[in-house]
């Protein structure tokens, strides 16, 4: 967009600069507006050879980025459409909370926590065991009779395990384990807000880039309006070079910073489909539905 912008530029140089070469081969202005003419017209030139070297920079950097052949030929649309995107943010939220694994990671760590708090309140406790067991013997002097006449031998044991002092051994390891569960609780609850907060943020600047855009729409239909009308009083000989030029430079301006909101607004609507995981252009989540069938059975 940036290339077009300055062929556009440079095409209103070039018609301002054989406009002042009529009209000073005629006489009608001063030769130094002539020069001024050949400065603004050699900016243009030099501004369409920047951009062209940003292009195709960038191009090599978007090849490598995605692993293709830096000689692959690519075909680049220069037409940038910001078509706003109605957002939910009670959806944007809920679906996120449901959704992004930071917070699955943090319950697991809960649940190991509270894991860890059980086996704590678990060590030197009072405890106790029953066995049972029963069996035959026999003896004899040959082998095959060794089980005519078998003896029972049934046998039952009661175990206890009462501690005595255990050192401040037990209260240790439940404070500790109290301090880690309360630890990952605040953990949890850290990443939930941080997640809230963030997609209200996101939301609240993609509101705030349509409004932008809208306004830079007006700013460029305006810019244009009143290049056209300078550009007639230029021709008119009402107007210099150089103020025809600021004419210009604003109307090139507005359109880049058009241009600049509406990737800006692209650039927020990815983001939240990155912390929502959820397309709110074609209103779908990005998480499969399979996917989401296996989480639930395995819950």
């Known amino acids: 967009m940036s290339l077009?912008?300055?062929?556009?530029?440079l095409k209103n140089n070039e018609e301002s600069?054989?406009?002042i070469k009529n009209k000073v081969e005629g006489g009608l202005l001063a030769l130094e507006e002539l020069y001024q003419a050949e400065v603004n017209l050699a900016t243009s030139y030099s501004g369409v050879f920047?951009?062209?070297?940003?292009?195709a920079n960038s191009l090599d950097q978007f090849k490598v980025l995605i692993g293709?052949?830096?000689d692959t030929t690519l075909m680049i649309a220069a037409e940038i459409v910001a078509d706003t995107i109605p957002v939910n943010q009670e959806l944007a939220i809920s679906h996120a909370l449901e959704n992004r694994m930071e917070l699955r990671e943090r319950e697991i760590d809960l649940e190991n926590a509270n894991f860890d708090l059980i086996v704590a309140k678990s060590t030197n406790e009072f405890a106790g065991s029953v066995t049972a067991s029963f069996g035959v013997q026999g003896n004899d002097e040959q082998f095959?009779?060794?089980?005519?006449?078998?003896?029972?031998?049934?046998a039952i044991g009661l175990t206890l395990n009462i501690p005595l002092f255990d050192w401040?051994?037990?209260?240790s390891e439940i404070k500790a384990a109290e301090a880690s569960l309360q630890s990952t609780r605040i953990s949890y609850e850290v990443e939930r807000t941080d997640i809230v907060?963030?997609?209200?943020?996101?939301v609240r600047s993609m509101k705030n880039l349509e409004n932008q855009i809208e306004i830079q729409r007006k700013?460029?239909?305006?810019?244009?309006?009143?290049?056209?009308?300078?550009?007639?009083?230029?021709?008119n000989g009402d107007l210099t070079s150089l103020d025809l030029g600021i004419y210009q430079n604003q109307l090139s301006e507005s359109k880049m910073a058009l241009t600049n909101a509406i990737i800006n607004y692209k650039i927020e609507l990815l983001n939240l489909k990155i912390q929502t995981l959820y397309d709110f252009e074609k209103q779908v989540p990005i998480i499969p539905e399979e996917l989401k069938t296996y989480e639930d059975e395995n819950k």
């Open 68 to 70: 293709l052949p830096l």
């Open 168 to 171: 401040g051994e037990r209260k």
């Open 4 to 9: 077009e912008i300055a062929h556009e530029d």
């Open 50 to 55: 920047n951009a062209e070297l940003n292009l």
């Open 197 to 202: 907060m963030n997609i209200r943020l996101v």
């Open 17 to 19: 600069y054989e406009i």
């Open 144 to 154: 095959s009779k060794l089980f005519e006449t078998p003896t029972n031998t049934p």
């Open 219 to 235: 700013t460029v239909k305006n810019a244009e309006l009143a290049y056209d009308i300078n550009l007639e009083r230029y021709r």
